[in-house]
């Protein structure tokens, strides 16, 4: 409980106080919307099931900016949310900071998350999202290391609900909540994909 009181005024303070400044990669601060994480997390990588059916990386380093963001083609309300504003921001971006930024959306609901269901669900948000599925056991390992509770009857997710922004030394570096405006998403992608 202390620490998802912690997370959510986290969270509070930087919806109040608009852009931070995170120093990363041993750069000078920069200024993000995002919530620094202090010290940043490594990023853990797992190989899921893809849109195609194929195993596919959580993780790629050919993308410098990754937003990682964990829920279920049946949610009613945060997951269209949060996936709605991140592909917002994605179209937001030059065609080369596209080429440098990585949407994806990892299922907390594998029973009914099929690759075709979540194929289906991604492409209408009209931005290349990474849907990945997989069985319940691959899943869980990877939940766990992100801090997703999911409670197996409902699929609700009880803690880690957030998107998380990964860096070009696939690090957690910034956590969003799933109503962050696109605005602010953009403006961190630019700065994490390194070109404008």
């Known amino acids: 409980m202390i620490a998802i009181a912690a997370g959510v005024l986290l969270l509070i303070a930087a919806a ?3 852009a931070k400044t995170l120093g990363h990669n041993g750069a000078s601060n920069v200024a993000y919307f995002g919530t620094p994480l202090e010290p940043a997390k490594t990023a853990t990588d797992a190989v899921l099931t893809g849109t ?16 990682l ?6 949610c009613p309300d945060e997951c269209p949310l949060a996936l709605a504003s991140l592909a917002k921001a994605y179209r937001g971006l030059s065609h080369a900071a596209q080429a440098r930024t990585r949407i994806v959306f990892v299922s907390v609901d594998p029973a009914r998350d099929t690759p075709a269901v979540m194929a289906r669900y991604v492409k209408h948000f009209g931005a290349p999202i990474s849907g990945l599925t997989g069985l319940e056991a691959q899943l869980e390992p990877v939940w766990r290391q992100y801090g997703v509770e999911v409670d197996s009857k409902t699929r609700e997710i009880g803690h880690g609900d957030a ?3 990964i860096d070009s030394t696939q690090r957690v570096v910034l956590i969003y909540t799933p109503d962050t405006p696109p605005s602010e ?3 961190d992608a630019k700065q994490l994909a390194g070109v404008k």
């Not at 195609?52 to 937003?67: C, E, I, R, V």
């Not at 963001?69 to 049946?74: D, L, V």
């Open 163 to 165: 998107i998380y922004a």
């Open 52 to 67: 195609n059916g194929q195993p596919a990386h959580l993780l790629d380093s050919a993308y410098p900016a990754t937003f």
């Open 16 to 18: 109040i106080f608009g």
């Open 185 to 187: 998403l953009l403006a």
């Open 69 to 74: 963001f964990f829920g279920y083609t049946h």
